[in-house]
Structure formats: C-alpha cells, structure tokens
C-alpha cells in the first residue's frame, strides 16, 4: 500500500467517524428540543384546566431557606428543564407559596 493511499484511507475513516458522530448528536438535540417543546405543552394545558404540577420537596426545601439557585438547580435535575424554563417554574412554586 503506498503512502498516499494510507493518508487517504485514515482520512477517510476519520471523515466517516466524525460524520456518524455529528448525526449522532444532531439527533439527540433535535429530541431534546422536541421533549422541551412537549413540556411547554403540557404546561400550558395544566394551567388552563387549574391542575398544579406535582409538588418537588426537593426544590421546596431550597426555597424555604432562601436558596433561589439550588432550587432552580434541582428543578432543572428533576425535571430536565433549560435554565429559563426552571427560573420560571421555580418563581411560579415561589408565588404559590407565599
């Protein structure tokens, strides 16, 4: 096998790996942005209809001692929100119970 053929074949491979990855993770993102987009739905609907969202100890607890970021940390862990979505659902716990 000659020098160049080696160079294009470990070209090549690399080219193929790199693109199985890329549709790997264009995938990945794509359901991500679908779940979110799901969420969002849902959330809307139960408000409408007056159902709260099942109560999260966990982010109460954090808000009962007046850790704002912990409590948005563990909604986003729970529930797999983007950072916005989490501040708005950790005001929203907030507001209801004052």
Known sequence: MD?????????ATIGSVAAAAGAWFQERRSSAIQLAAIQ???DLVMDHLGLAAPEQPEVVRHLEN??????????REQTGASLLEAKQAVDRIAAERR
Do not use: F, S
């Open 40 to 42: 969002r739905k849902l």
């Open 3 to 11: 020098t160049w053929e080696a160079v294009l074949l470990v070209i």
């Open 66 to 75: 007046g850790r704002m970021v912990e409590a948005v940390r563990a909604y």
